[in-house]
């Protein structure tokens, strides 16, 4: 009688396993986002054989450049490093190159216009014949915090998506359906957050005012849903 009970019970049970099924599939949300910073790499380069020479101008640059309040500065670094020519198989030391670089932000393309007319001037001031400033092209990039915000908004339009869809599903099925899982950490990241350093005249740069172009935010999250 016990086993009678027990085969009913897995007879009973088996339907449900049966008709039990997963479903797994991958949409794209995209966002299509203004990027909000004008960006610019600078490098100021200073040759000489006196390393207290190079360290002494390169400060004024790097003064000039911390104290400038019209700009956002990230990534300032300094390197000193020694200067070789090689010679009939031989080393022989030519003196040292100073190098300062910062990357210079600002939301308002006239005062990262006046920076760079303000470093220019300063080269001028300083006239080391061995120095050499060097600025990269002008270009619009999406700052990490707006980049953050999109992606958030994003996360919940796929979450938003996904209860609906399983709703519908259900309907349509006749079964029900529901959010196993939702992978959203492959995001697809598109390599605007840099510009490309490209030195040219430092006058040229300042004169240009690039095109501020829409970028396209995406991600590509993986659904997985269970109906029964």
């Given at each position: 009688m016990i086993k009678k009970i027990m085969l009913m019970a897995i007879f009973t049970l088996l339907p449900l396993q049966?008709?039990?099924?997963?479903?797994?599939?991958?949409?794209?949300?995209?966002?299509?986002?203004?990027?909000d910073v004008l960006t610019t790499f600078i490098s100021v380069n200073i040759e000489g054989d006196d390393e207290n020479f190079i360290n002494r101008n390169i400060d004024r640059f790097n003064d000039f450049i911390k104290d400038s309040d019209s700009v956002i500065k990230k990534n300032g670094s300094y390197i000193l490093n020694p200067k070789y020519r090689y010679y009939k198989n031989k080393q022989e030391f030519m003196g040292y190159v100073g190098t300062l670089r910062y990357e210079i932000q600002s939301t308002n393309a006239k005062k990262i216009n006046k920076f760079?007319?303000?470093?220019?001037a300063l080269k001028k001031r300083v006239d080391i014949r061995k120095a050499k400033v060097n600025i990269s092209?002008?270009?619009?990039?999406?700052?990490?915090?707006?980049?953050?915000?999109?992606?958030?908004?994003?996360?919940?339009?796929?979450?938003?998506?996904?209860?609906?869809?399983?709703?519908?599903?259900?309907?349509?099925?006749?079964?029900?359906?529901?959010?196993?899982?939702i992978n959203i950490n492959n995001i697809s990241r598109n390599n605007f957050f840099r510009s490309e350093a490209m030195p040219m005249s430092?006058?040229?740069?300042?004169?240009?005012?690039?095109?501020?172009?829409?970028?396209?935010?995406?991600?590509?999250?993986?659904?997985?849903?269970e109906c029964k």
């Open positions: 049966l008709f039990a099924y997963d479903i797994s599939f991958n949409k794209k949300f995209s966002s299509v986002v203004t990027p760079i007319d303000e470093l220019i092209n002008l270009s619009w990039k999406i700052s990490e915090s707006l980049y953050e915000k999109s992606v958030d908004l994003l996360r919940i339009e796929v979450i938003t998506w996904a209860s609906k869809y399983s709703k519908n599903l259900s309907a349509k099925l006749l079964k029900s359906c529901e959010v196993k899982n430092a006058k040229a740069v300042s004169d240009l005012a690039p095109v501020n172009s829409d970028k396209t935010i995406s991600l590509n999250p993986n659904f997985l849903m």
